[in-house]
Each structure stands twice: as C-alpha cells, then as structure tokens.
C-alpha cells in the first residue's frame, strides 16, 4: 500500500468537513464503532467522487452508496459511480447527478461465461433547484425523455427522500441494476 503523506490526510479532513452533518456524524460512528480502520479511510471512503458532488443530497447518496459497496464486498468491483456525469448525444448535451453501471461475470464454467452489463442514472432532486415553476417541470421532462431516447434510464430521489432514508435509495438502485442486467455482446 502507498504511503501517504500528511497532504492526502488534510486534504480528506478538509473533504470530512465539508460533508454534510449526516454523513460526518453517520462515518464518525463507523470510525469510532471500529467498522472502518482509520488508516484505511481513503480505500472505504471515496473522499475525490464527494468532492465532485455539487450539492449534500448528491453527497449523502455518494456516501452510501460507498457504504453500501463495503458491505457488499463480492459487487465492490462490479460497481461503477461516476458524479457529474456529462451526456452529450444527439445535440443533446446534459449534466447528470449520477451515472452508475453494474456489471457481472456469469456461466457455468471459465470457458461459458457471459459479460452482463447494466447502467441507470440517478438523479437527486432537492426541491430548491427542481420543479419550482412549470417551465422546469417541462425543462426535466424532456431531458428525461431524451435520455430515454438515448437508451438510458433515470432515476429521480427528492431531497427528503435522500435524507431520511439514504440506504433505501441506494438498495433501490441496486435492485434495479440487478434486475435489468443484460448479456452485453461484444
């Protein structure tokens, strides 16, 4: 393992206190109740994906999501978050919360096993910057509707949502990978 120097550590210290109170109080308790070495807080946590995040809803769902990846260390892999994601097809051309992709080795033998490949994109609506007026209803609706087009599918979670049950949110994501995972032909 890499050493590292005091600059990595401030650096995630700064991160920590820019959190919101949730999660630093949710990574504190794993920290104190011995779940997450503190030494190994860089590999547990993914300090640079919280960084990248533009408001605390998309914050609290990154962080659970890592949350979710350590205790569901045989997908830790197979899972792909990348916050701030930039779409452009079609002369389309939108930031996303999120893109996340799932993929899994599956067959019976190393000879007979397929890639099954599956991606959503989630995005946390926090009431402030969404749907306030009818031209952003509208604005949303074909945004959604053109990532539809483009073969994606979006996933939307309100702030409160967010909030008060970050863990659901992630399993509903989760769940919705692995049920629409398909054979991906190369």
């Known amino acids: 393992m890499e050493e590292h120097t005091d600059n990595v ?5 700064d991160t920590f206190l820019k959190l ?8 504190w308790q794993d920290l104190k109740g011995g ?8 590999f ?10 533009e408001s605390p809803i998309e914050t609290i769902f990154a962080y659970y999501f890592d949350k979710w990846k350590l205790n569901n260390l045989d997908d830790y892999e197979n899972m792909y978050l990348e916050p701030q994601y ?9 930031r996303l ?8 080795l599956q067959g019976d033998t190393v000879d007979n096993l397929n890639e099954y490949c599956s991606t959503v994109v989630v995005e946390c609506d ?40 970050p863990q659901e949110c992630v399993q509903k994501v989760v769940d919705y990978l692995r049920k629409t995972k398909k054979w991906e032909d190369n």
Request: aromatic fraction near 16%; charged fraction near 35%.
């Open 35 to 42: 779940m997450i070495d503190p030494k190994k807080l860089d």
């Open 97 to 104: 919360d999120f893109f996340i992709e799932y993929t899994t």
């Open 126 to 165: 926090g009431h402030q910057f969404h749907e306030r007026t009818k031209e952003q209803v509208k604005r949303g609706n074909q945004r959604d509707y053109d990532l539809k087009m483009s073969g994606y599918d979006v996933i939307h979670f309100s702030g409160s949502e967010l909030y008060n049950n």
């Open 20 to 27: 919101p109170r949730k999660v630093q109080e949710d990574m």
């Open 86 to 94: 930039d779409f452009n097809e079609n002369g389309k051309r939108y």
């Open 44 to 53: 547990a946590y993914d300090f640079s994906t919280y960084e990248l995040c």
């Open 9 to 13: 550590y401030l650096r995630q210290l």
